[in-house]
């Protein structure tokens, strides 16, 4: 085994690529057909300085070090600018050696495309190294699996991801550029940071467009970087147009303080309006097992005192911490032609993402690592996914677990069944881990009102009949019960049963005469109540929805059969718009089913944290209701709207109760986040210990 250094310096007259005599370059590492290494992007420079440092793990010099040198066009092919290669062999050990490689390109080897200057050390390893592996690309979608890019080097025992959060409040555009024949435009914007990318909503018909979308993006360099920010207008069917583009430098911004930017639009028309805010974070870590910061007394009293009930309205978006130990999986599937596997671990929260190292031919892999998340919304998910690394190939998936934060259980080590990749059976092997979450109720209560985060990877929206027709049952269903429920109205009136029709007439006669405005919450509040004592006496009154279910055990049969109809027939590729209003048809069925069921979800106690929230608001707002006039209420809420645009002119608007609902699993979530029943002969030692929350 060698560890290879590399310190990559600058280059000297690369070639031009750009239309003003100028390239913006960038370096890939490859070794063995895998890509090993990305540098950063240095902006309308032909001599630039990169002065980046990274470590490979080679286990032989057989190979050649491959370096491509590109010239970065974002939302366009990058352009090549040459390559060259490096032999191993051919290194000193232990001494670091400066090497100057002319760049070429194989199609004209006679041009000269300039030279990259490297600092190199090969230090030979006795023994082999655990290396820990960072994701430094945005997940690339596949037919069968998601792949990554990823970056290779030696962490310390305590390494920190990343040196602070971009937070980012695109607020509006001003007098962009027309594209349409209408004289307007659907104007979106897409941001990139590196290799993260985020992509905002489509305003329809109009040249000065009001975003108000926040998100975050991860800063990895402590000089900063440059944030590339391109608009575009959506042209149904057809590539869509460029408006323009403009760029933040963060190294200009300082630190803790919210920036307002101005930005005109290069090669276009018009401005973007944007807050931009840079914080230091600590926000994930990865150490090993004898690094567990709950198990020091010291560090478990300072947690504790950061989520104390004390510290509610310090730091209001610091909800909580996460600890997650991926100890091991046993008798996972052989991806390898040698009936072993290479695997790893990608653990995420929301944007948050880890991995562990490699484990080499192994099926029962031992990875003994802890990695500690800060929770921004106590409703998120924990997602573990186990791949099997290939050399030259993309990774292939293994299993898969989703685990609500609130469904964890401290400090007991648990065998988890991992799941297909649609998460509704099981596949091959179980994976061992051991949670903490620690949180401050109150804050994770605010927070449930406010808007929930949004990921900046871009998922691939795909037609799917199997999808579709389950997203209409799904519809069907929560139609039919407004249905049943305006036929039994309806047998009232018309006397079908006299003892059912004199009941409710007699109702309606009391419910009239009496009925005040605080009732309608406090009927609510009783529905929740009685739902609660029927839950807890082991009786259920809410109907459960078994159709979901099969469905989602048919729909990975029902994909694969799609996938080969379409690869035959190539479809939907011809008819792209068709598709496009499809996969709108089938989004929007999905929203609509899944806001009935979040509703039914929420008084049936799928999630007690939310259903005891929601009966702490009902009862406020019965005691409102009650003891103030209508009048009063209506005067508060509607000064409270015309003047918040005039006290906070670039808060982003939301719902609270649409914000709410957001947090409550639908019927397929629900589904997906059921553990699996795992086999007896895996029952893992427990270990319980006090909860410290």
Known sequence: MYQLDITLRRGTNLAARDRRGTS????????????????????????????????????????????????????????????????????EQNRPVDVTLSLKDPHYPDQNLGTILLTVLLTPKEQQREVTVLMRKSWKRSSKFQTQSIRLSDLHRKAQLWRGIVSITLIEGRELKAMDPNGLSDPYVK????????????????LNPRWREQFDLHLYEERGGIIDITVWDKDAGKKDDFIGRCQV??????????????????????????????????AVSISDLSMNALEDPKEQKEILKRY??????????????????????????????????????????????????????????????????????????????????????????????????????????KAYVLKNKQLTGPTKGVIYLEMDVIFNAVKASIQTLMPKEQKYIEEENRISKQLLLRNFMRVKRRVMVIINAAYFINSCFEWESPPRSLAAFVLFLIVTWNFELYMIPLVLLLLLVWNYFLIVSGKDNWPHDTVVEDMLEDEEEEDDRDDKDSEKKGFMNKLY???????????????????????????????????WLAIFALCVFTVILYFIPLRYIVLVWGI????????????????????FLSR???????????????????SPSKRKKNNPG
């Not at 979800?601 to 007690?608: E, G, Q, V």
């Not at 409270?640 to 914000?659: G, Q, V």
Request: glycine share 4%; charged share 25%.
């Open 24 to 91: 913006d370059p960038y370096v890939k590492f490859k070794l063995g057909g895998k890509e090993v290494f990305r540098s950063k992007t240095i902006n309308k420079n032909l001599n630039p300085v990169w002065e980046e440092r990274t470590s490979i793990l080679t286990e032989h010099l057989r190979e050649q070090l491959y370096i491509k040198v590109f010239d970065y066009d974002f939302g366009l092919q990058d352009d090549f600018m040459g390559s060259a290669f490096l032999d191993l062999n051919s290194l």
């Open 191 to 206: 941001f990139r940071l590196g290799h993260q990318k985020y992509k905002s909503k489509i305003m329809s018909k109009t």
């Open 249 to 282: 430098d963060l190294s200009t911004l300082s630190k803790e303080q919210t920036h307002k930017l101005e930005l005109p639009l290069e090669e276009g028309e018009g401005h973007l309006v944007l807050l931009v805010t840079l914080t230091a974070s600590a």
């Open 308 to 413: 104390s009930l004390i510290q509610m309205f310090q730091n209001i978006k610091d909800v909580g911490f996460l600890q997650v130990k991926v100890i091991r999986a046993e008798g996972l599937m052989a991806a390898d032609v040698i009936g072993k596997s290479d695997p790893f671990c990608v653990i995420e929260l929301n944007n948050d993402r880890l991995l562990t190292h490699t484990i080499y031919k192994n099926l029962n892999p031992e990875w003994n690592k802890i990695f500690t998340f800060n929770i921004k919304d106590i409703h998120s998910v924990l997602e573990v996914t186990v791949y099997d690394e290939d050399r030259d190939r993309s990774a292939d998936f293994l299993g898969k677990v989703v685990i609500p934060l609130l469904y964890i259980q401290n400090g007991e080590q």
């Open 577 to 611: 718009a068709i598709q496009e209003v499809c996969v709108s048809v089938q989004n929007i069925l999905d929203e609509v089913a899944s806001f009935g069921e979040r509703i039914k979800n929420t008084f049936n106690w799928t999630i007690p944290f939310l259903s």
């Open 640 to 659: 409270n709207k015309f003047t918040k645009k005039l006290r906070s002119p670039y808060a982003i608007d939301n719902n609270e109760l649409l914000d």
């Open 664 to 682: 409550v699993p639908s019927d397929v979530q629900v589904v997906q986040y059921q553990e699996l029943k795992q086999d007896p002969s895996h």
